[in-house]
Nanobody, 119 residues
Framework: QVQLVESGGGLVQAGGSLRLSCAVS????????MAWFRQAPGKEREFVAG????????TYADSVKGRFTISRDAYKNTVYLQMNSLKVEDTAVYYC????????????WGQGTQVTVSS
């Protein structure tokens, strides 16, 4: 079992920045990759960014490339999502996910953290 706890969401103006954190505990050795997904009101949950624990290889959705950066601290078992140049359309609940396969989520989710970007 893997437990994921997100933090760092909040309200920010367009153009601002936020950093999300995802603390990973439990069977961390069984997870090779981590990812962030998001779900806006009335929309399906979508892939945002992914990273591998070992090499730190990253992937991004086209909508966030150049603005968001995913990173990991293997010693702290924590994954981060640095979000810059935020747009109103980035407003969503952001979820941490363990062991995704490319852009298909794995079985373990955090509780989510709300990010609201105002104009």
């Amino acid at each position: 079992q893997v437990q994921l706890v997100e933090s760092g969401g909040g309200l920010v103006q367009a153009g601002g920045s936020l950093r999300l954190s995802c603390a990973v505990s439990g069977r961390t050795y069984s997870s090779n990759t981590m990812a962030w997904f998001r779900q806006a009101p009335g929309k399906e949950r979508e892939f945002v960014a992914g990273i591998t624990w070992r090499s730190g290889t990253t992937t991004y959705a086209d909508s966030v490339k150049g603005r968001f950066t995913i990173s990991r601290d293997a010693y702290k078992n924590t994954v981060y999502l640095q979000m810059n140049s935020l747009k109103v359309e980035d407003t969503a609940v952001y979820y941490c996910n363990a062991d995704p396969k490319r852009e298909t989520p794995g079985d373990y989710w955090g509780q989510g953290t709300q990010v609201t970007v105002s104009s």
